[in-house]
């Protein structure tokens, strides 16, 4: 299992050093606010702040108490109210509301830290209030949380929604910043690749930046920039991951790189919270493997385990001292963190059985592959009657995304409707909108439509037209697309998933993520011409060239603007070992097919 | 859905989808250039005159005490000037100094931007340079510097800026307003939904039916107008239900409500789970009553199969098997009955095992499905040992049943059936 790399696999970067600038910061700020004070802390952001910071640091630099930003009213006696929020309308206004103190005639200090970086529509909530000035604000430039060797997170959710969605750029220089604070540290760079058009708009605004500050001659630790939309792929996140890692984030969510695991796994009455790097060996070893390697990988650990220590059977006392001081922690650790892992797989085996997973593959295979699609429209059918939860219902999704037949449309989305409440027709229109949810049009091409439409609106809107028409080319020809890349391996060949030999391991052998298969194959053909056609479809272009021939080279960032999923994670780690590369991947945010439609919801106040 | 093989030929090959370059023609922000020649100067970054860029002073005191351990300096703003008065359009456009001065939000105050040319002309080089919190902040000027019917007119074909614009009312929760410019913009389903969505917030089911109904003559199209009326009435039914049964309950006169005591109420639950609702309370009842299952069928025309689904589960909850049986009992003309079904009765035979259902009745259904090698894989599943012993023996299969022998306890009466019939001279074994 453990895959052997290419020996010439470069050495990634240390980025512990990101931590130690948040944290260096964040006291920064801290301080400009002296004496004691109450931090409020929303309460997403509390999980990448302890990443950085844990509460004695925070009570060094006089933070009294902590709350979590609950909307609620605030319970605090300190004269001194810091709080620690994302730029968000909502929270913005709630401190308003906690801010009755002026009106009672008395004086705190309050001061809001923006993070990342602050919204002037924010500020403008604070004018509209009446408390501008009474409230300083600030910035905590928190772009790069580190949560793995490889992986760069931004803990940013929202950009998904925010900027495909709702069409709304708010975050387009968040990612420049981001991608700027980056290339200070590990640049220059010298190639970079954008895939989909909210790429280009960061790069630019990366480079705009650039040309703001200076750069240092240095060595360069990282070479090649791959931006990518997450929009230019919709299909990988829709899937049930099968790998490990993915796995594990498909069930029990992994959050800012800790996971909680239930009784069910830990078999005792408590939750206990576990985090999942590759400091813990054990998972090291699994996270990238497809979930039917894993039991056998680790009863042969269980095996070797009992033979170590079975070892001190016959020892004597010199020996067992030796034994105990030297190998028995390093034993226990891996005693412990294998039979939580055993307990995992067991939950979520037993979990999967009753959720006939099998059957959900295979509805999700067929959906890829174009085959027995009246299967696959029953399969769903049987779900949406049962009021299976319907963020299991991705393949729905991925049967809208890879076009559907008006009639069954409408079917579907009727029976959807009365299984989960009408108010569902406002995520039907957000599906709609994100070009989720594809309804073939009969017998009309796509020119003559562009065409007929094009007469219709003036000129000022006719490139934006062209825009939604070749993204609406791209969703609908996912199939021809799929051929054209080979994202479906041949059915007829059996697939071993103990020794794959190529990305499609992540899905049982049925499907290359399309998001990882660009990156190989602007990587095998240096850029220009991937395909003739695909280049434009993707907005597909190089960014930046200079010919600086280094080892950095060989070290890859790939920002995903938009979100990951594990699953594309452990594809590119698998092509890196396969052709002796390192990817790193630097992400707005971790996300599952769960999270996608968690993120069309409406349905709520 | 597949398109032709010559469709998609034409589709890779049409000269629209030219290899994308970097410098494309109809890329947004080239395209804006086209308005400039009116301008004494040329683009300005209109990221730079509003707010300090990205990573703020206060970094830059962190950033140096970092580099001191080798590290890179990170600052990206420059100083901010002092002085800030007096900013004309033209000084915007004067370049790199000028950007300098514009930094400071402070500074430059949207107001100088008074004539209508000169707002759009600040909002196309916002949408220009893709920050959406520059798009905003000028949009933020625009909303209180024109009127609602020149804003809607000229937000009609800047796109970018439109939904910006959405978005920000959106989340300021400026529901008229928004309302309004769907209106003007002739948006008439994105109007309907965004009125629709407001029942959301009403909490008082009386005043949310209410509302609803008024929500049935908004313009949806045809097909949402009919799901908007269906979850008006099924409102307007839940409160009815939820009165009578809430009363029955706390009565204590009803049984089935002591015996199963309801865990939440039924208002604005999802119609299948109203359907389930009265299938385990209200099953028996005749047509007439809004509760019955049968009426509730017919008025949201709910397709066959999820009303077996559905009636079945609830049922078979209740351990209610004579009721399972009847659901699926069919009586032809000449008065036999034989057992149909809408969905597959592996389906049922899964559905009827969640819910403990024995084996006597898990063996009807088993026995029921087609294909032979799925209905001994049932059959052994689920413990249905006269069902794999009568299907061995459809299949002449003398060995497999054999073999059966020794997974049946012995001395029951299964194993009695298959020695009975492996003395039977009258089967015709094929091994």
């Known amino acids: 299992m453990a895959h052997s790399a290419r020996r010439d696999s470069p050495e990634l970067p240390d980025f512990s050093v990101l931590k130690r600038l948040a944290r260096d910061q964040l006291i920064y700020l801290l301080e400009q606010l002296p004496g004691k004070k109450d931090l409020f802390i929303e309460a997403d952001l509390m999980s990448p702040l302890d990443r950085i910071a844990n509460v004695s640091t925070l009570k060094q630099h006089e933070v009294d108490k902590l709350y979590k930003v609950e909307y609620k009213p605030v319970v605090s006696t300190s004269d001194q109210l810091c709080f620690l929020i994302r730029p968000r309308i909502q929270t913005v206004k709630w401190v308003y509301v906690v801010n009755a103190d002026k009106a009672a005639g008395k004086f705190k200090r309050y001061k809001i830290i923006f993070t990342p970086q602050k919204f002037y529509a924010c500020e403008t909530v604070l004018e509209e209030q009446g408390i501008f000035g009474d409230v300083s604000t600030d910035e905590w430039a928190f772009y790069l949380l580190p949560l ?51 790429s280009k708009m960061v790069y630019e605004s990366w480079r705009e930046q650039v040309k703001e500050g200076e750069q240092k001659a240095r060595q360069a630790e990282v070479g090649t920039v791959f931006l990518i939309d997450r929009d230019v792929d919709f299909v990988t996140p829709l899937c049930s991951q099968v790998v490990y890692e993915g796995l594990v984030d498909d069930i029990f969510r992994i959050k800012c790189g800790c996971v909680e695991f239930g009784p069910d796994v830990t078999s005792s009455d408590k939750s206990i919270k576990v985090m999942l790097n590759s400091q813990d060996k054990v998972f090291n070893e699994i996270r990238n493997e497809h979930f039917s390697n894993v039991f056998g990988f680790l009863s042969q650990k269980a ?63 067929s959906l890829l592959e174009g085959f027995e699609i009246r299967e696959c429209i029953s399969f769903i059918e049987e779900h949406i009657n049962r009021q299976v939860s319907y963020l299991k219902l991705c393949p729905l999704s991925l049967y809208f995304f890879t076009g559907l037949l008006p009639k069954d449309y409408r079917s579907l989305k009727a029976q959807y409707l ?50 939604a028409f070749s993204s609406l080319a791209k969703k609908s020809n996912f199939r021809a697309l799929s051929r054209r890349l080979s994202l479906v391996p041949k059915s007829d060949e059996e697939y071993d998933l103990r020794v794959p030999r190529d990305m499609a391991y992540i899905f049982s052998g049925a499907y290359i993520p399309l998001s990882c298969k660009l990156i190989e194959q602007v990587l095998e053909r240096d850029g220009w011409t991937v395909y003739n056609g695909i280049n434009h479809l993707f907005q597909l272009a190089i960014l930046t060239m200079s010919f600086i021939a280094s080892d950095a080279q060989r070290i890859i960032l790939v920002m995903f603007l938009g979100g990951c999923t594990f699953s594309e994670i452990s594809a590119l780690r698998f092509l890196g070992r396969e052709r002796g590369y390192k990817f790193i991947v630097l992400t707005t945010a971790i996300t599952n097919s769960a999270r996608l439609i968690e993120a069309m919801l409406d349905n709520h106040v | 859905m597949m398109k032709s093989k010559a469709d998609e030929e034409d589709y890779w090959n049409s000269s629209k989808f030219k290899a994308f370059t970097f410098d494309d023609e109809d890329d947004e922000f080239t395209k804006k250039q086209e308005v400039e020649p009116q301008l004494p100067h040329r683009v300005f970054p209109a990221s730079c005159f509003l707010f300090p860029a990205g990573i703020s002073w206060s970094v830059r005191e962190t950033a140096s005490s970092l580099r001191e351990q080798s590290f890179p300096k990170i600052d990206t703003t420059p100083s901010l000037p002092k002085n800030s008065s007096g900013y004309s359009l033209s000084s915007l456009f004067k370049g790199k100094e000028g950007e300098r001065e514009m930094m400071d939000c402070a500074a430059v105050s949207l107001e100088k931007f008074r004539s209508l040319q000169e707002k759009l002309l600040l ?208 009586r032809n003309w000449l008065g036999f009955t034989r057992k149909k079904s809408p969905l597959s009765f592996s389906r049922v035979a899964d559905i009827l095992s969640k819910n403990n259902a024995p084996v006597q009745v898990l063996q009807e259904y088993v026995g029921l499905v087609d294909d032979v090698e799925l209905r001994v894989a049932l059959a052994q599943k689920y413990k249905c040992h006269f069902i794999v012993i009568s299907t061995y023996r459809d299949l002449k299969d003398r060995q497999l049943l054999l073999g059966y022998r020794g997974k049946v306890e012995r001395g029951s009466e299964e194993e009695r059936k298959i020695d009975e019939l492996l003395s039977n001279p009258q089967i015709r074994w094929k091994n």
Request: glycine letters at 6%; one cysteine or more.
């Open chain 1, 148 to 198: 793995d060797e490889d992986i760069i997170n931004l803990e940013l959710p929202e950009f998904f929604r925010d900027n495909f969605l709702e069409g709304d750029q708010r975050w387009v220089r968040t990612g420049g910043s981001a991608l700027h604070l980056f290339h200070s540290i590990y640049g220059p760079f010298s190639k970079v690749y954008g895939i989909g058009r909210c």
């Open chain 1, 303 to 365: 095996r070797n385990l009992q033979t170590a220590y079975d070892k001190r059977r016959g020892m004597d006392i010199k020996q067992m001292k030796t034994f105990v001081s030297e190998e028995l922690k390093g034993l226990k650790q891996e005693h412990r963190l294998l039979s939580l892992h055993i307990g995992a797989s067991e939950s979520m085996m037993k979990k999967k059985t009753k959720q006939d997973f099998q059957e959900l593959l295979k509805t999700e295979h």
């Open chain 2, 123 to 330: 909002l196309d080089e916002a949408v220009g340079v893709h920050d959406g919190n520059v798009i905003t902040a000028v949009l933020i000027y625009l909303k209180k510097s024109l009127s609602k019917e020149v804003l809607f007119r000229e937000l009609e074909s800047r796109q970018t800026a439109l939904r910006h614009f959405i978005h920000y009312l959106t989340e300021s929760k400026e529901q008229r307003l928004l309302l309004e410019l769907y209106r003007a913009l002739g948006r008439t389903e994105d109007e309907a939904l965004l009125q629709y969505k407001e029942h959301l917030r009403i909490t008082d089911e009386n005043k949310r039916r209410d509302f609803l109904k008024s929500c049935v003559s908004l313009p949806f199209s045809p097909e949402d107008a009919g799901h908007v009326q269906d979850h008006y009435t099924l409102l307007e039914r839940q409160i009815i239900i939820e009165a009578t049964d809430r009363q029955a309950e706390t009565g204590g006169k009803v049984e089935i409500f002591q015996k199963f005591p309801r865990r939440a109420s039924i208002l604005n639950m999802p119609l299948i789970t109203t359907l389930y609702y009265c299938c385990f309370y209200h099953y028996a009842e005749t047509e007439g009553t809004y509760s019955s299952p049968a009426n509730i069928r017919q008025t949201f025309r709910i397709a066959e199969k999820q009303y077996f689904v559905t009636a079945l589960a609830a049922r078979a909850k209740l351990k209610a098997w004579h009721d399972v049986d009847a659901l699926f009992t069919s």
């Open chain 1, 418 to 467: 009365q299984s989960y409440g009408v108010d569902h027709l406002l995520t039907f229109a957000n599906l709609k909108q994100l070009g989720l949810l594809v309804e073939q049009q009969p017998g009309e091409t796509l020119t003559v439509m562009e065409s007929k439409m094009g007469k219709l609106v003036n000129d000022k809107t006719a490139g934006k037209l062209t825009d």
